[in-house]
C-alpha cells in the first residue's frame, strides 16, 4: 500500500497509518463519552416523580368543536423536572380533507407567548418546550393554541389551559358521606371528579348523593389540603366540608376535618376524613 507522508520543514515527524488509526480511535471514545455525559445530564434534569406528570387531550375552543370535526385533537402532556418542566404536544386532524394542511403551535406560558412553532408533512417532527426557572416556576400556568392553517385563510383551532404543579393531585372517585346519628344515614355519588387547585391542595363537589337506606339527598364540597412534602403514600389532609340534605339551605353543615389520602401511580387514590367529634365522615375509593 502506497503511503503518502509530508514532512515539514526541520521536522522529523511523519503521519503514519498507525497514526491516524489511533487519531480516529481515540476521537470515537472522546465522541462516546460526550455523548454518555450529554445523556446523563438529560436523565438527571428530566428524573420526575410519575404522581407529577398530567396529561390534557382537548377538541375545540372553550368546550365547542367545529361542526365538521376540522379541529384539531390535541393532547398536552406536562413533565415536571428536577430543574426544567417540559411541554410535550401531540396534535391530529380528524377531518380527511384537511390532514393534508400543516399545523401551528403556540405556547403561553403565565399567559405570555413563549414559543410558536410549525409543523407539516414536508416538515414533520416532535413539538414540545422546555420551561426553565428563568421563565416560570411551580406551579404555573400554561395555555396551547394549536391552529390548522389553510390556503383560504381560515383556520381551525383548538386551546388547551391547564397548570403545572410539583404534585399530581387529580383523580376521580366513588363517595360516601356519612352522617353519623341515630339514623347513621350514609349518602352515595359515584365518578366525582377530583381538582387540584395548587401544589398541595384540592377540590371536590357533587350533588343529589343518594341515600342507602332512604330517598333523602345530600350536596358535598369540600376544599383540602395534602401534606405532599412527606414521603408516605398516605399522608395527611386537612380541610372544610360542606354538606346540604335535600337542597334545604336549613341543614347547611360546615365542618373542618381530618384524616388521610392516598396517593397513587395516576394521582390521588383515596380520601379518608372526618369532623372532630366524628359525626361526619367523608370517605372516597
Known amino acids: 500500500m502506497h503511503t503518502t507522508s509530508k514532512r515539514a520543514k526541520g521536522s522529523s515527524v511523519f503521519t503514519t497509518p498507525f497514526s491516524q488509526t489511533e487519531f480516529l480511535f ?8 460526550v455523548a454518555c455525559l450529554c445523556l446523563l445530564g438529560s ?8 404522581q407529577s406528570q398530567s396529561t390534557n387531550t382537548v377538541i375545540g375552543v372553550s368546550g365547542r368543536d367545529d361542526k365538521q370535526s376540522r379541529s384539531p385533537v390535541v393532547t398536552v402532556t406536562a413533565i415536571p423536572g428536577s430543574t426544567n418542566t417540559r411541554l410535550l404536544v401531540d396534535a391530529y386532524q380528524r377531518n380527511d380533507e384537511y390532514q393534508k394542511y400543516p399545523m401551528q403551535f403556540d405556547f403561553y406560558i403565565n399567559r405570555r407567548l413563549f414559543s410558536s ?28 393554541i394549536v391552529k390548522v392553517l389553510t390556503p383560504h385563510g381560515d383556520s381551525y383551532t383548538t386551546v388547551v389551559e391547564s397548570a403545572v404543579f410539583a404534585s399530581f393531585l387529580n383523580g376521580r372517585l366513588d363517595c360516601t358521606v356519612s352522617f353519623v346519628s341515630s339514623e347513621n344515614s350514609d349518602f352515595v355519588k359515584n365518578s366525582v371528579d377530583i381538582t387540584q387547585i395548587g401544589n398541595s391542595s384540592l377540590q371536590l363537589s357533587f350533588d343529589n348523593a ?12 369540600l376544599t ?57 365522615t367523608l370517605t372516597c375509593s
Open 117 to 144: 412553532q410549525y409543523r407539516s408533512d414536508r416538515l414533520p417532527g416532535a413539538v414540545g418546550v422546555d420551561i426553565g426557572p428563568d421563565i416560570a416556576t411551580l406551579p404555573f400556568n400554561y395555555a396551547v
Open 26 to 33: 481515540e476521537s470515537l471514545v472522546s465522541c462516546f463519552l
Open 224 to 280: 383540602a389540603t395534602v401534606d405532599t412534602e412527606s414521603s408516605d403514600t398516605t399522608p395527611t389532609m386537612t380541610g372544610t366540608l360542606t354538606t346540604t340534605l335535600n337542597g334545604s339551605a336549613a341543614s347547611l353543615r360546615v365542618e373542618s376535618v381530618s384524616g388521610s389520602a392516598t396517593l397513587g401511580d395516576n394521582g390521588i387514590a383515596g380520601i379518608s376524613l372526618s369532623s372532630e367529634d366524628g359525626s361526619l
Open 210 to 221: 343518594s341515600a342507602i337506606a332512604s330517598s333523602n339527598t345530600v350536596s358535598a364540597s
Open 43 to 50: 436523565s438527571t434534569l428530566y428524573a420526575q416523580d410519575t
